[in-house]
């Protein structure tokens, strides 16, 4: 049974980087064809697809975060990392970690989410 | 950037009814379009893709429909464990919409 799991602090200050990693079990990272990525959830609960890395190390991010987002994985550990630079109020919601497959944006598992502030 | 827009925003059914909710996309999706459960204090679960397609696990009270810019979720028969809130997502790109919550 393949699991998820975030981690990382739940309170960022504005303009540092709020970074989270995600702990895969049950499953390789680098699954041929298995991509991980992250999505977030506002306070207002809109869905929002962060950016996602490739069995092979690929990384694809949502436009709208690009400049500031940088995601990386380990394999030796079976995680996988989001780096957002300059957190902003704005930031604030709950981070899930995410698989899809075969480069389709179809998210068939997640993790429990974790929820991160950036309040000063 | 591709918008879908759900409907309505809540739908208040009684247990053993059955639930139609709707999602429209700006343009075009083709049958790329998903539909996720979302209970409080859980994750989203993926219920249906390729418009029509239930997921590992999923009843046969769910089914989806449609293509192009509009579809639907239908759910038969409502259980109890059934409301929740419901996101469709479009994955010729990426985007989802705002949700419907299907409540008693």
């Known amino acids: 049974q393949m699991q998820l799991k975030e981690s990382g602090p739940g309170l960022v200050k504005p303009s540092e980087t709020l970074s989270l990693t995600c702990s895969v079990s049950g499953a390789s990272i680098t699954t041929r064809d298995d991509y991980w990525g992250w999505v977030r959830q506002s306070p207002t609960k809109d869905l929002e697809w962060i950016g996602s890395?490739?069995?092979?190390?690929?990384?694809y991010y949502n436009p709208s975060l690009r400049a500031r987002l940088t995601i990386s994985a380990d394999a030796s550990r079976n995680q996988f990392s989001l780096r957002l630079a300059s957190a902003a109020a704005s930031d604030t919601g709950v981070y899930y970690c995410?698989?899809?497959?075969?480069?389709?944006?179809?998210?068939?598992?997640w993790g429990q989410g974790t929820l991160v502030a950036v309040s000063s | 950037e591709i918008m879908l827009t759900q409907s309505p925003a809540s739908l208040s059914v009684s247990p053993g009814e059955t639930a139609t909710l709707s999602c429209r996309a700006s343009e075009s999706v083709s049958k790329h379009l998903a539909w996720y459960q979302q209970k409080p204090g859980q994750s989203p679960r993926l219920l249906i893709y390729?418009?029509?397609t239930r997921a590992t696990g999923i009843p046969v009270r769910f089914s989806g429909g449609g293509s192009g810019t509009e579809f639907s979720l239908t759910i038969s028969s409502l259980q109890s464990e059934d409301f929740a809130v419901y996101y469709c997502q479009q994955y010729r790109t990426w985007t989802f919409g705002q949700g419907t919550k299907v409540e008693i």
């Open positions: 390729d418009a029509t």
């Open positions: 890395i490739s069995y092979s190390g690929d990384t």
């Open positions: 995410v698989r899809h497959r075969d480069g389709y944006y179809i998210f068939d598992s």
